[in-house]
């Protein structure tokens, strides 16, 4: 398995909209932005697309170059690229989601090309060797994360979440991962969000787990601030993700 980190920002992105920061204008002036967090996985046989953030999908993936997308919620920042991509002439593209019937907007009234499969928590979906499994994680709306298992190997892919579920942190113990990428939105702070971890959180999770190596991902401005002096304070085996980043 392939996994490619097409964006790994949270929904205001890097730089920030009028922001100022030190992060934001480092991220101005290298060009090195955070776009709306997404994951390609390719397999043999495969090539998933996770989240749908990207509103340049139609020219990023020709007709016929994804077998399917995997969804992991409703939020407007991880499916704005379904909005065109429905559109479009080519064959009708599956899309794998958590049972939310509200959806976004009137994408389930207007699908076009669009083949929403909503999933049971769980419950491994198997598709050319490989198996897709949908995990129940912590946030506002219904969502998945999801875990990926090919060759006696596994990936997991975990965004938006607070923390996780009892009952997916011990599908997690009793089936150690090869690579979990991780949502983390913010520096430590004494309130917590209701919806993203803070880096306390994941370090706390880390710690408590049998990950042998965790990127982070959907990172605000905040986050990218506090890793310029803070960076070697990350344990061993734990990376800051990047957009374009790409691990086999």
């Not at 097409?6 to 920061?21: I, K, M, N, Q, R």
């Not at 060009?31 to 990207?54: F, H, V, W, Y």
């Not at 506090?226 to 086999?248: F, H, Q, R, S, T």
Request: aromatic letters at 8%.
């Amino acid at each position: 398995m392939r996994m490619t980190l097409l964006g790994t920002g949270d929904a205001s992105g890097v730089p920030v909209y009028g922001c100022e920061c030190v992060a934001c204008g480092k991220a101005r002036t290298s060009n090195i932005r955070r776009l709306p967090s997404s994951a390609l996985l390719e397999t043999q046989c495969e090539r998933i697309l996770i989240d749908t953030g990207l509103t340049d999908l139609t020219v990023r993936f020709p007709p016929g170059t994804l077998t399917r997308i995997a969804i992991t919620h409703f939020h407007p920042d991880h499916v704005l690229g379904l909005f065109l991509l429905r559109w479009g002439c080519a064959p009708p593209l599956e899309i794998l989601c958590p049972p939310d019937n509200e959806g976004c907007a009137d994408l389930y009234k207007n699908p076009g090309t669009l083949k929403f499969k909503q999933l049971r928590p769980y419950e491994p979906v198997f598709v050319n060797g490989l198996s897709i499994t949908p995990l129940p994680l912590i946030h506002s709306k219904p969502t998945f994360g999801y875990c990926f298992d090919s060759d006696g190997k596994r990936i997991c892919y975990l965004t938006d979440t607070i923390g996780l579920p009892p009952e997916t942190r011990s599908y997690l113990m009793k089936r150690p991962c090869d690579l979990i990428v991780f949502d983390c939105s913010y520096p430590p702070r004494e309130k917590k969000n209701q919806n993203h971890n803070t880096i306390n959180d994941v370090l706390q999770i880390y710690a408590e787990s049998n990950f042998k190596q965790l990127v982070l991902t959907h990172i605000g401005h905040e986050l990218d601030a506090w890793l310029a002096n803070n960076k070697k304070l990350l344990p061993e085996g734990m990376i800051v993700g990047a957009d374009g980043m790409m691990i086999e």
